[in-house]
């Protein structure tokens, strides 16, 4: 059984910094994506960041390209996300996704494994 556990999130303060972690148990993502997405209450489900393969290519969304940074620890199953520069605007729950293969990465419907999230909220 797959599993995706995320943890990092937390209350913090316009131009902090905080990082999220998400382990996955039950099978390995090397040669497939791992990704972030967040949401917020009335909205839909939004890409945030992928990291695909063993090689590490990384995909963002414009909203969090420069701020943030996407990694993983292959050896570990391991996905982080680095945020940065902290904006009000990205008060959400954050969703770590896994998949097999790659596709189109921004699409949450794409990824079949999906963590509980974790609160992520910033302060004015």
């Known amino acids: 059984q797959v599993q995706l556990v995320e943890s990092g999130g937390g209350l913090v303060q316009a131009g902090g910094s905080l990082k999220l972690s998400c382990v996955a148990s039950g099978r390995t993502f090397s040669s497939g994506a791992m990704a972030w997405f967040r949401q917020t209450p009335g909205k839909e489900r939004e890409f945030v960041a992928a990291?695909?393969?063993?090689?590490?290519?990384?995909y963002y969304a414009d909203s969090v390209k420069g701020r943030f940074t996407v990694s993983r620890d292959n050896a570990e199953n391991t996905v982080y996300l680095q945020m940065n520069s902290l904006k009000p605007e990205d008060t959400a729950v954050y969703y770590c996704?896994?998949?097999?293969?790659?596709?189109?990465?921004?699409?949450?419907?794409?990824?079949?494994?999906w963590g509980q999230g974790t609160q992520v909220t910033v302060s004015s």
């Open positions: 990291i695909i393969g063993s090689g590490g290519s990384t």
């Open positions: 996704a896994a998949k097999v293969g790659f596709g189109v990465l921004s699409a949450w419907a794409n990824y079949p494994y």
